[in-house]
Structures are given as structure tokens and as C-alpha cells.
Nanobody
Framework: VQLQASGGGLVQAGGSLRLSCAAS????????MGWFRQAPGKEREFVAS????????YYADSVKGRFTISRGNAKNTVYLQMNSLKPEDTAVYYC????????????????WGQGTLVTVSS
């Protein structure tokens, strides 16, 4: 599966952005999906993930209550709605796919998309 992320940009603190990740391939609906991020000088970290059915969703504590992950299997797309953004959310955001379970660690990911940069100004 190939993943294409989009929707990043520059936003002021307190603002919102929605990231999208479009997947190619007819088996998208069978993949568990996730979002990770990597800030300059830091390791890639888990943000959110969702099972293939949408029934199981996980969030990092740092984004819980502010970010929402969802998926549209008919459109082969997974979304990350980010509200109440903070400067510490600034990072390159990556979408990810896993064949076995919703990924909550980078080592679990089978496929990575290219990143999209999110910059939150104070």
C-alpha cells in the first residue's frame, strides 16, 4: 500500500488543522492505520491510531481530547483532526499502516507515508 499525506501548514496556537492520508490499493480497508510525528532533534512518536473497522482508537496522552482520528474506507483515506494546537505540536506528521493491529509504536509499522509539516506559532 502507498500512502500520501497532506494538509499540513502554518497555524497559530489554538487553531485547527485537518490532515489527510490517501492510500492506494484495494486492501486499504483491511489495514489498521495511524499517525506519528517527529519534531526536530527528536524521535518519531506515536500520535493516534485506528483499527480497520474504526472500532478501536488509541491516542497519545499529549493529544487526547484535542485530536481526533477517523477513516473513510470508501475513500481509502484516514484523517487527523487537530484542534487547540500548541507550539509543541510542531512536527512532521507521518501516516502509517499496519496489517496486524493499530500501530502505537514506530516499530510496529509496515508502511509509511511521506510526512507533512505542521508548524504552530505562539
Amino acid at each position: 500500500v502507498q500512502l500520501q499525506a497532506s494538509g499540513g501548514g502554518l497555524v497559530q496556537a489554538g487553531g485547527s488543522l485537518r490532515l489527510s492520508c490517501a492510500a492506494s490499493g484495494r486492501t486499504f480497508s483491511s489495514y489498521d492505520m495511524g499517525w506519528f510525528r517527529q519534531a526536530p532533534g527528536k524521535e518519531r512518536e506515536f500520535v493516534a491510531s485506528i483499527s480497520w473497522s474504526g472500532a478501536s482508537i488509541y491516542y497519545a496522552d499529549s493529544v487526547k481530547g484535542r485530536f481526533t482520528i477517523s477513516r473513510g474506507n470508501a475513500k481509502n483515506t484516514v484523517y487527523l483532526q487537530m484542534n487547540s494546537l500548541k507550539p509543541e505540536d510542531t512536527a512532521v506528521y507521518y501516516c502509517a499502516a499496519d496489517r496486524m493491529r493499530p500501530p502505537t509504536a514506530a516499530t510496529m509499522v509496515d508502511y509509511w507515508g511521506q510526512g507533512t509539516l505542521v508548524t504552530v506559532s505562539s
